[in-house]
């Protein structure tokens, strides 16, 4: 399966609406790179308050939907029985650079890729683009941790 649903990513992710922010991923290639959709809608959660009459993505969102795409992809690629039971979280943010403002009523393409992994604790980097304008990039940081 190359190509995951929001359904899919639900059945991955523990995040749910509105913290949910990625809607597909494909090109996946196993525990290695895949890419994300993030539908930015005129009226997702954050459009009425940042900023009234201008609104534009949360620079701290984008990076959000980076960790979304690489734990969807870090779990979508380990065996299920060493997956059950765990979360992704997010460790740091090495880098992050903001390009151009995300303006609602745009799909923001994600390409991401892990770095390295290092038992628990895997690096990723990725791009952010709205038709094919970078818009922004980061370096991160994620382990995986059992459920309490």
């Not at 809607?23 to 009234?52: C, M, R, W």
């Not at 992704?88 to 923001?108: T, W």
């Not at 980097?125 to 309490?148: H, L, Q, R």
């Amino acid at each position: 399966m190359d190509r995951l649903n929001k359904s899919q990513i639900e059945n991955l992710l523990p995040h749910r609406d509105p913290m949910l922010l990625i809607d597909e991923l494909y090109d996946i290639k196993k525990l290695f790179s895949a890419t994300a959709v993030v539908n930015v809608k005129k009226d997702s959660f954050f459009v009425q308050g940042h900023f009234p009459g201008q609104p534009v993505m949360p620079g701290v969102l984008i990076v959000e939907s980076f960790g979304q795409a690489a734990a969807a992809l870090t779990a979508h690629g380990l065996d299920k029985s060493t997956y059950e039971n765990k979360l992704v979280f997010l460790m740091g943010v090495e880098k992050a650079r903001f390009r151009n403002p995300v303006i609602p009523d745009c799909k923001l393409i994600l390409k991401i890729e892990a770095i390295r992994s290092h038992g628990r604790v895997w690096k990723y980097k990725g791009e952010a683009f709205v038709n094919d304008k970078k818009m922004a990039d980061a370096i991160w940081s994620a382990t995986i941790v059992d459920k309490k």
